[in-house]
């Protein structure tokens, strides 16, 4: 069974940094997508970065040149560095992955494409 297990939130001044990570258990996939997601109050979940088991990534627009995300495969890690953040960027992140078939070359990046989450880790930047 797959569990997928956030951490690293927290309240941040704007410009200030963070870094969320995500332990994943009962991972045995050697092709797969994994991403950071997030949902502000009032607001669909949004995809933020994902990244592929080729080291592949995609980002919003909103987070580009901000954010990097990065796996250690060896401890079925995911990380998110945040820097620079923003008010915008408060919201609650979720962790998420899934197995992607070997056919399938593109990034999974909408809700919808994952089937494994994580509880969620609150962000909180204030201005």
């Known amino acids: 069974q797959v569990q997928l297990v956030e951490s690293g939130g927290g309240s941040v001044q704007t410009g200030g940094s963070l870094r969320l990570s995500c332990a994943a258990s009962g991972w045995t996939y050697s092709n797969y997508c994994m991403g950071w997601f997030r949902q502000r109050p009032g607001k669909e979940r949004e995809g933020v970065a994902s990244i592929d088991s080729y080291g592949h990534t995609r980002y919003a627009d909103s987070v580009k040149g901000r954010f990097t995300i990065s796996n250690d495969n060896g401890q079925n890690t995911l990380y998110l560095q ?36 994580g509880q969620g880790t609150q962000v909180t930047v204030s201005s």
């Open 82 to 117: 945040m820097n620079s953040l923003k008010p915008e960027d408060t919201a609650m992140y979720y962790c998420a992955a899934d197995e992607r078939p070997p056919w399938l070359q593109r990034i999974f990046f909408e809700p919808y494409e994952y089937n494994y989450w």
